[in-house]
């Protein structure tokens, strides 16, 4: 902006303006001065003229002296004329007028209508004043002219002087101020100027320097900050333009996608405006169908009251988290928070409503709700801890397994809890484990309110927020008091055995493992001593479990207190026992205990009443000589076992080397008797059994030969155990019955009605399809079935006595006959002969052996035992008849049927089939009916 023209310029119109007023005031001055003078003046003319009067009238009895008067009068300084009037005329004047009549003085002096009174007065114009003063009582007349104008114009003469000069100290000192106020005024106001020139321009960051600190100094200062504000206020403006804009759009975007179900309808009538996009979406309307509709016309309303109800909820125009619940297009019920605002636009009142569906929230709520009820009613304690371990809540589980109730814990940390038994680092490690993996469980004893220590199985985890932030602690735990107690047993039966509360056999060979690696360090052995009772089935069966296990302790009761410190016994299971003898210099020891159990187990032991025998057998191991671990050593023990029992039983033995080999060879013959089994390698010899009393042949033994191309020829004594244990004997024995039954039949057709004695394994009849076999055999072979005799040995059915008599009934079912093999050897007593039901006895040639004519004890017996058995009508056959003298004894003591070498080998078929042609009859000896 250019400079303004100097007659605008401020200083110009300031300079001007107080020129003007200084000579105004000056002006006024002067005049009001002057009349200030003019009134002075008047009252000095009356005062002179006063004076003048009394003068006069002091001297007027010499008219000529009041000329002289006159004269000196004349010189006061307003006095203009004086005149004495007598009857109208001038009789004495100050000037020329003596004589005149004063009526016509009036065209030379100011002479207005002067009243000749009797009483002094005045008359004045603006600058003359007239006194008429009467003499007393002469008709004269004394007027005085007083004249101010000289001596007002004088004033004012000097005034106007006066104000010529001040007008030029005023142009002086406005030059003086004009140039003064150029650097004061004007150049700040340039400088003032021109900074809101440049912000006009738009500059905004011209700024006015700093002036001064006088008022356009501070008006700069204040500039600026009013610069400043406006700067802030635009920048504010602009930002919230930018904001104005960004947030239309964004409202739009937000009205667009917000999860929530936004519509804007009228508020009278209900009629839809907009809605956005999860309103489309949730009610399944799409937008074109649904503006310009109610909500009631679409169906939205489950219960069109509702939207009044709604209405009914608004406060000042605002609504507030309403509940309400409407249905999508499809029939799906909604339930939504509704929040919103009535506004205005146009004259028209809309509602602008946000449902927030809480459909979701609210099963949330019923699940929490439930799981509340779930925790509540959980046999597992709950504990709820905030993020500082500070308790908020606990079910009544909790109560019930700690003791403490909510009111006693509630605020306090879970301390008030702790048994104190578990260190500090168990803690620290603990909360470590939480806050790295979210969960910690495991075992902890805590404290009841009743101070009893207890142990709980104990689960804490973390609950989160969405930032990773811990909420809550979650402490689930049970008390595993039982739990522990059970386990306690189970840890303990896992290494015991429940009956003797001896270690069992884990137990015994971790131990032995342990006891190796110590021998192998120091260099010395130890022994494993394996015991088996004899015959304990039997009493098992026979007497009863109770008694069983009652016999078991007393044997226990014995060999224990055998036993030194470190010698640990254990029980194997069943009736086998085994001690660890972990640190010995020679086997003398192992001697020493084997020989005092052998002895304390001979003598006979009474439980339940009953005098019981129960010998043992023994079989040792010893290390470094029999095996370098615990395995190697048992099985060697156990081998030792068997062939200590297999050499008598009471007695034990030490593993040798060749037992090892009997084992190898074991194997060797299982594979080949495994090939035998349906070859010829296999065949049944038949032994005579013959009537004493006649010497008939009566019946024939089935005796199972085996030539095997590897192992030659293999009695049935080693063969038929092998069999037995390995399961074989269930071919070998169905091919023995059905080739002895073929035999017979063949036989039976020559005329033959003797006896077939087959020998059948305890464990081929204890399975169940054995009969069927059986039954099968009968009629394949067409022969009667008490022609059959199944000899069954005495200590095998005394060691399976329950289920022998069960299949003992069976088989006379189907009218087989039974003979008791190797009687003598098992134990058996009269009782059970009785219930066995058999019909035949046949004693066991070990009692035959020692008969002889010197030999009563062994007379007597065969006597006491054909007595018996014939008083319970049983047959008497005597097994390994070998001499004439048995022969004879046995014909004396009226023993039934003879079997051995004396009356006849074992032989093939062919010969017993000539001896019975020979024979040339039929003996029908046990034969029914
Ligand atoms: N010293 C001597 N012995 C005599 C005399 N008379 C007969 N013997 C033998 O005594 C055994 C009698 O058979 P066992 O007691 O049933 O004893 C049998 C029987 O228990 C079993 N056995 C034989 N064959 C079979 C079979 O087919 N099935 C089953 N399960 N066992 C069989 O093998 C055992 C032994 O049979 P073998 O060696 O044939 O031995 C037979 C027989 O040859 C004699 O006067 N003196």
């Keep these: ?24 005031v000056a002006i006024i001055g002067i005049w009001l001065e002057n009349r200030a003078d003019m009134a002075a003046l008047q009252r000095q003319a009356q005062d002179e003229a006063a004076l003048v009067a009394s003068l006069v009238h002091a001297g007027m ?30 009789v004495e004047s100050s000037g020329p007028f003596n004589g005149q009549l004063l009526a016509d003085l009036n065209s030379k002096v100011w002479l207005p209508a002067v009243a000749l009174d009797k009483e002094p007065h005045s008359y004045a114009s603006d600058s003359q004043s007239l006194f008429v003063f009467p003499f007393a009582d002469d008709g004269r007349y004394l007027l005085l002219w007083f004249d101010t104008q000289p001596s ?16 030029v100290v005023v142009i002086v000192a406005g030059i003086a101020f004009y140039v003064v106020s150029q650097r004061l005024l004007n150049d700040p106001l340039n400088i003032l100027v021109a900074v809101l020139q440049r912000r006009i321009k738009g500059e905004r960051q011209a700024r006015v320097p700093a002036l001064g600190t006088h008022e356009l100094g501070q008006l700069g200062h204040w500039l600026n900050q009013t610069m400043d504000s406006e700067d802030a206020a635009l920048e504010a403006l602009r930002l919230s333009n930018l904001e104005g804009e960004d947030q239309k ?20 009538d209900g009629t839809l405006v907009d809605v956005n996009e999860n309103w489309v979406k949730t009610t399944g309307w799409p937008k074109q169908e649904a503006i310009g509709k109610t909500a009631t016309q679409l169906g939205l309303w489950l219960d069109p009251a509702d939207r009044e109800k709604l209405l009914g909820q608004i406060r000042d125009n605002l609504l507030h988290a309403a509940r309400i619940q409407f249905q999508s297009r499809w029939g799906d019920k909604i339930e939504a928070e509704a929040s919103g605002c009535v506004f205005e636009e146009q004259g028209k009142r809309y509602l602008l409503l946000s449902l927030r569906d809480i459909s979701d929230r609210l099963r949330k709520e019923r699940d929490l709700h439930l799981l509340a009820q779930v925790v509540e009613v959980s046999l597992d304690g709950v504990m709820i801890t905030d993020a500082s371990q500070s308790i908020l809540a606990v079910n009544s589980a909790f109560t019930a397994i700690t003791g403490f109730s909510a009111d006693d ?36 004893w805590n404290k009841r309110k009743s101070g009893e220590i207890y142990p709980q199985w104990l689960s804490i985890r973390s609950v989160k927020d969405d930032d990773g932030q811990v909420l809550h602690y979650v402490a689930v735990f049970s008390d595993i008091t039982d739990r522990k107690a059970a386990e306690a047993r189970i840890a303990f039966l896992a290494y015991h055995d429940p009956l003797t509360g001896l270690p069992n056999r884990t137990w015994l060979v971790d131990k032995c493992e342990n006891a190796i690696s110590q021998a192998r360090q120091q260099q010395h052995m130890l022994a494993l001593v394996y015991l088996d009772l004899d015959r304990f089935k039997s009493v098992n069966d026979s007497l009863g479990h109770d008694i069983g296990d009652a016999l078991l302790n007393e044997v226990v009761k014995r060999i224990k207190p055998l036993c030194m410190a470190d010698e640990l016994l254990s029980r194997q299971g069943g009736d086998e026992f085994l001690i660890l003898l972990p640190n010995i210099e020679n086997c003398r020891r192992v001697e020493m205990l084997v020989e005092r159990i052998l002895a304390v187990m001979s003598e006979p032991f009474s439980v339940g009443g009953h005098r019981l025998w129960v010998s043992t057998s023994i079989g040792v191991s010893v290390f470094p000589e029999d095996g370098d671990n615990a395995a190697q050593l048992l099985r060697k ?34 594979a080949a008797l495994k090939e035998a089994i349906g070859t010829e390698q296999l065949q049944l010899y038949y032994q005579p059994q013959v009537l004493i009393s006649t010497g008939q042949v009566v019946g024939v033994e089935a005796l199972m030969r085996w030539q095997s191309p590897e192992l030659g020829s293999v009695s049935p004594g080693r063969f038929i155990p092998l069999a037995e244990e390995t399961g074989l004997i269930m071919p070998l024995g169905a091919w023995c019955l059905e080739e002895a039954c073929r035999q017979l039949a063949q036989w039976r057709q020559l005329g033959f009605n003797g006896l077939m004695a087959v020998n059948i394994s305890v464990r081929q009849i204890l399975r169940a399809d054995f009969f069927d076999l059986l039954e099968e055999v009968l009629a394949q072979s067409a022969i009667p079935a008490d022609r059959l005799e199944l000899e069954l040995t005495e200590s095998l059915m005394m060691d399976n006595v329950e289920a022998s008599l069960e299949v003992v009934q069976r088989l006379k079912g189907l009218d087989v006959s039974l003979a ?19 019909d035949c006895l046949k004693i066991d040639q070990s009692f035959i052996r020692g008969l002889r004519e010197d030999n009563q004890q062994a007379r007597s017996l065969i006597r006491a035992i054909v007595q018996m058995a014939h008083n319970l009508e049983l047959n008497v056959v005597a097994e390994g008849v070998e001499t004439p003298e048995q022969l004879a004894i046995l014909t004396a003591e009226e023993v039934d049927v003879a079997q051995g070498y004396y009356l006849g080998k074992p032989m093939p078929a062919s010969e017993v089939e000539v001896i019975l042609r020979s024979q040339g009859v039929t003996l029908r000896v046990n034969e029914k009916g």
């Design 152 to 167: 007002a114009d004088t004033q004012f003469a000097n005034r106007i002087r006066l104000l010529g000069l001040a007008l």
């Design 409 to 444: 814990v509630v605020g306090h940390t879970p301390r008030v809890l702790s048994s104190g038994y578990q260190e500090r680092q168990f803690y620290q490690r603990m909360w470590q484990q939480i806050h790295i993996q979210g969960m910690w469980q495991g075992e902890i």
């Design 820 to 838: 008791i093999d190797d009687f003598g050897t098992g134990y058996s007593s009269l009782s059970y002969l009785k219930r066995f039901a058999v």
């Design 61 to 90: 009895d010499d008219t000529r002296d009041l000329s002289a008067e006159f004269a000196a009068l004349a010189k006061q300084p307003l006095l203009s004329r004086l005149l004495i009037v007598e009857q109208g005329r001038v």
């Design 637 to 670: 023990a156990d081998t030792a076992l068997y062939h200590a029992k297999d050499s008598g039983r009471s007695t034990f033995s030490f593993f040798a080397r060749d037992m090892d080999k009997n084992l190898t060879e074991r194997l060797q013959m299982e």
């Design 249 to 268: 759009a964004r409202f739009l975007r937000i009205f667009k996608v917000m999860p929530d179900l936004v519509t804007v309808t009228v508020l009278d």
């Design 1 to 24: 902006m250019a400079n303004p023209p100097l007659w605008q310029s401020l200083r110009v119109r300031l300079l001007a303006m107080m020129v003007v007023m200084i000579l105004g």
